[in-house]
């Protein structure tokens, strides 16, 4: 069974930047397809990137299209997000997740494992 622990986030001003990192224990990252979810209060969950198991397909949420940069080092057994240009409505806490199985379409997969969240909060 897959562990995964998120870390990362802080407290960036408004055009700022972070890379939220997500490390893996218990097994290779290689096999599951891997995700970065975010929840900010009051708000429902949210996808916001995905990446497939090889790397070779990545997703992006229309609202960080171009800001935002998901990748993966499998033999480090690391997911990563790159977060640019940061918004205060990027307010939020970030989830990892990992599945064995794509959605339909792909990158809309169901998690079976969580990391805990890592907080990240923007201001203006």
């Known amino acids: 069974q897959v562990q995964l622990v998120g870390s990362g986030g802080g407290s960036v001003q408004s055009g700022g930047s972070l890379r939220l990192s997500c490390t893996a224990s218990?097994?290779?990252?290689?096999?599951?397809?891997m995700g970065w979810f975010r929840q900010a209060p009051g708000k429902e969950s949210e996808g916001v990137s995905s990446?497939?198991?090889?790397?070779?397909?990545?997703y992006y949420e229309d609202s960080v299209k171009g800001r935002f940069t998901i990748s993966r080092d499998n033999a480090k057994n690391v997911l990563y997000l790159q977060m640019n240009s940061l918004e205060p409505e990027d307010t939020a806490m970030y989830y990892c997740a990992a599945g064995v199985f794509g959605g339909s379409p792909w990158y809309r997969f169901r998690p079976n494992y969580w990391g805990q969240g890592t907080q990240v909060t923007v201001s203006s």
């Open positions: 218990g097994g290779s990252i290689s096999r599951y397809y």
């Open positions: 990446i497939m198991n090889t790397g070779s397909g990545t």
